[in-house]
């Protein structure tokens, strides 16, 4: 799927719209320790992770990907990376964290950030010509 900067901007504008209107969550569940695991790892709260989520910029777009789980094939899901400054729970420091953060918009009324954990994997941005690679 080819996608224009101006395309990532709408949809970061409606993004942004659910988010701040607190039509938004991010999943918690079993399935998804990597995203526990950054609430366990680092001191970030809700509203650290909201403002995370509003300070997404085109720049940080990744990719987006078809949802792979059986009957959720037709969702698309978008993927931005994002570099936080975050302190850790358990140590004294601060640390600059690469996190992976992973939409599906559930029409104009819901977002669900499947995935908000460290990146696994270095991430490609093809709108950003400082982080090419």
């Known amino acids: 799927m080819i996608v ?15 988010v701040a209107d607190g039509r938004y969550r991010i999943d918690t569940n079993s399935k998804r320790q990597k995203n526990i695991q950054l609430y366990t790892d680092y001191i970030i709260d809700e509203k650290k992770s909201k403002a995370i989520l509003l300070d997404l910029k085109v720049e940080d777009f990744s990719h987006i990907l078809n949802n792979e789980h059986e009957g959720f094939e037709h969702e698309i899901l978008y993927v931005f990376g994002k570099d936080i400054t975050l302190t850790e729970r358990f140590d004294t420091g601060v640390k600059n964290v690469a996190l992976y953060i992973k ?3 559930l029409g104009s009324s819901f977002v669900v950030v499947i995935s908000f954990h460290k990146q696994d994997y270095p991430l490609s941005f093809p709108f950003n010509e400082k982080c090419q690679g």
């Open 4 to 18: 224009t900067k101006d395309d990532i901007n709408k949809y970061l504008i409606g993004i942004k719209v659910l």
């Open 103 to 105: 939409f599906n918009k």
